[in-house]
């Protein structure tokens, strides 16, 4: 427990840089995702083909090997970014294709009436969708957006492996001086625990206050 | 296509999506032929740094990688698809002393990072006489904790059925146990069928925990590779072209069996698989 | 068509890596490291049977007909694994070779790949016989596993990027961003000797070089062998100063075997003195280092060993 407890500042500092990941990522991500969204199910063709194919680009890359190829790869081709923004970005894309996944399925439970419906009141088609189908289909998504959040907090660990010192990376560091994995690792992992479950108190009260029942 | 925002577009609407279609057309055209003359003018696009991948050891050594991270992910997504699928309904239990622990497993796992789950079975359980082989060290963190994942998803699934649905089952005298498997799970797992195969394809991604354990997956060989031929760059496109092509596969083959698997429902599949 | 042949050649000695390098100096590119750990092998010593007590993990290791090694498979020099070959080569490598068949008769070794933080775990469950994976010697680490040794002693230096001025010792780094890998012991050496430095980690060497090489660091810590390899594949780099650090890397037993402790000292002070010590530092580390090999260090010379 003292290797925990003499080396405070360093997880403190850790558990900062997550949480800037997290929030920073997040917000991207919700924005990128929206913006896909909305492409997938646009009249024009190729913005359709372009949103899916960043779905299916980034949904079946490991989240890894994009930081690694971006953190490496993109000062190659004249982009160099801070390594905390770099991975900030990194997630943020990589995420907002679930989100973007999770928002289709909710545009599609929205029943196509709702839709007729608001191309009949004469709506075009940015307004039907900031309108009528949107609200109610984030409404059905709230569960899978907070798990994606969940995810995405478990996800920012990664950024350890290219140089971000964050939560994992300050466990990883104290346990190479203090060599005690159980008592740091453990730690580490209740700190995660705690932000998801904030995160998953929070789609809980969302839930049950905008939940549509049908 | 997507009926739900637009109808049949008239001729100006036409003009538009045309205009709309060229510029989009023309963006990522300039977008990539952009990255590819930076990368080329950085020297990565060199010959020499590629020809290693043009020979057949390289391949056989990464496909190595591939066929154990294959391994791991069959096993692991079926042992948390069976879990999973349990605790959901289990969630949904009228039964108190069902459906608490089955809440609590999934509430407790899902905001435990999987890391942390490799490391108590790798260090934690051996002190209590539990030493699992290596394959398990990396199989069992990721089906205890993909299985809280699969049983969200199923019980969103359920949930997402209409109650109507239930409640006419119920009516015509059927048992709550026949009208889960009859009328609410048929529906709710085409509607899953996506976060599924998401979720499937997300545990193969997992597995690249494998360094961790020591376990030489796909990830793991791909890093002994590029410390030996000091081709960072090009190894990890090369890694992830492998990963890109399996997993956009094998969200390709379950679309294709969803569609053809249940005929009734080829019609009400298309557009969500598409749109 | 000259190019087109320099560019064939270029391509092989980048697809064949390190062991290239290992190759042009023994004058037989066509076969590398192979021929020669064999060779090296054969003369390798095997233990009196009165030496392999009954009841012991020598005599545990000899019945299973295989040693269990904790080690790494992408430690150039050291222990990493030839993709074209299969086989893991280097020094810690052939150590472990060297040590199979003096335990069983036959190099017959099998490594786990252990990350850094696993490997008192893995000695302390058994799941590894020994580790053999420039683990530095420390009285603290002692206290959970046993080291036999040391075999070899090592030291950390600098690299920069040509052209840097400023740079030539440790407590130059102060108020710089360090690159250092992930779990080395360059991390708690720098924190040390250049409190106010920023440290900035990668989780292996090529993410290293390529970070120093962009610039995302003024100057990258590691071990000085894998280094000055670094600085013969790549023209850009510089090592500078000498080691400024000593890391006597030990044999990891677990924690109270210590028949098995004097039983593998024992095997190190019988190859340093016939000389299987040096000729195995010479087809690994000494490719890349001038010189003759270095004087073994004195088993049992550190604290904790």
Redesign the interface.
Known sequence: MSALLDHLPEFWQGLVVTLQLTVASFAGAAVVGLVITAM?????????G?GTAYV??F????????L??A???L????L?AD?LVTAMIVIALYEAA?IA?AL??G????S?G??EAA?ALGLT?GQ??RHV?LPQALR?VI??VG?IF?ALT?NT?LA????V?DL??AA??V???E?Q??PI??G??LA??LI??CA?FVTGRLERRLVV?? | MSNLLFDQPGPRARRRIRIATAVGAVAVLALLALAVRQFAAGGQLDADRWSPYATWPMWRYLLNGLWATALAAVVSAALAMAAGLALALGRLSRRGWVRVPAAAYVEVVRTIPALLLVYVVLFALPRYGLDLPLFWKLVVPLAISNAAAFAEIFRAGVLSVERGQGEAGLAVGLTQGQTMRLIVLPQAARRVLPSIVSQSVGLLKDTSLGFVVSYAELLYSGKVLATYNGLLIQTYIVVALIYLVVNASLSKLARTLDSRGTPGARRLRRRPARA | MVSMKRLAAVAAVSMLGLSACAGTDSGSPAVPGEAKGGDLIASAPVAAAADILPGSTMEKIKQRGELIVGGSLDAPLLSQQNPTTGEVEGFDADMGKALAKYIIGEPKVKIVNSASETREALLGNGTVDVVLQTYTITPERAEQVSFAGPYYSSGLSLAVRKGTTGITKPEDLNGKTVIAGANTPAIPAIKKLAPQAKIVTFGSDPECMQALKQERGDAYVQDETLLVANAQKDSSVQVVGSPFTTDPYGIGLKHGDDQFKKFVNDWLKKIQADGLWQKTWKQSLGTVVQGEAPTPPQIGSVPGS
Do not use: D, H, W
Request: aromatic share 6%; charged share 10%; glycine share 8%.
């Open positions: 997938r199910v646009s009249p024009v063709g190729v913005l359709r372009i299916e680009t949904q079946n890359l490991p989240l890894l090997v994009l690694v190829l953190v490496f790869g000062p190659e081709i004249g160099k390594l679930y996944e289709r399925s545009v599609n439970a929205v196509a709702q839709g191309r088609f039907s969708l189908v059905t569960q899978p798990n969940i478990m660990s350890a492996a290219v140089g010192v994992t990376a990883n560091r346990n190479l001086m060599a994995p159980i690792f453990v580490a992992g995660y625990a998801a479950a998953g029942v049908r």
